[in-house]
């Protein structure tokens, strides 16, 4: 199988599905990068259904969490290749994958 889809969190080019389908529909895959799952961590509605948060802010506030918190690999399926030894990403592969979104 080819993972050539890019989360719109960390900018990983492994998602085996896009995020988010033509009509806006989730996929609830989880990164293996930074964890983050599309349609959970992204589900910000309140009682009546209206979105209280963007996508993209929703998005922009977990990446800087996670990598507030070290910018760990989520899942041993990441590639241990770009990691450092304490489990985060290394600054290249860092800057490599944001070259994959806009930030």
Not at 14 to 40: H, K, M, R, T, W
Not at 76 to 102: C, E, H, M
Request: include cysteine.
């Amino acid at each position: 199988m080819i993972h050539s889809h890019i989360c719109l969190v960390c900018g990983y080019k492994g998602l085996d599905e896009a995020p988010y389908d033509i009509l806006g529909n989730c996929s609830y895959e989880i990164c293996s990068c930074c964890g983050f799952q599309f349609g959970v961590d992204d589900d910000d509605y309140d009682e009546n259904g209206t979105m209280l948060t963007s996508k993209e802010e929703l998005h922009t506030t977990y990446r800087k969490s996670w990598i507030s918190t070290g910018a760990k690999a989520f899942s041993d399926y990441y590639p241990k290749k770009w990691l450092n030894r304490d489990g985060s990403l290394k600054d290249s592969v860092l800057t490599a994958q944001f070259k994959n979104i806009v930030i």
